[in-house]
């Protein structure tokens, strides 16, 4: 019984620390997208600075981003997708 309330402790120390690690690895991963747009566009990232917080909104435009381009390399479109989720999971 007792080893049972460790391992559930264990798992919550994990979750917790680990919740951490996760939110700067997106920071980066947002960081870089926005670094590349500028670079995109033909600016330099020291010409536009951008604060440590608003790195996570860049980091939702990337995954946007690479969804989009995901579902323009498997040729499908909007309705077919929205479709095959309607059948799975309705």
Do not use: H, P
């Amino acid at each position: 019984m007792k080893v049972n309330v460790f391992i559930y402790i264990k798992i919550v120390f994990f979750a917790i620390l680990s919740s951490g690690l996760i939110l700067k690895t997106a920071q980066i991963y947002g960081l870089a997208y926005y670094t590349g747009y500028l670079r995109g566009n033909g600016f330099y990232y020291y010409l536009f600075r951008l604060e440590w917080e608003e790195t996570l909104l860049w980091t939702y435009f990337a995954s946007q981003d690479l969804g989009t381009k995901f579902l323009t390399v498997l040729d499908v479109s909007v309705l077919k997708l929205l479709f095959v989720i309607s059948v799975c999971f309705v």
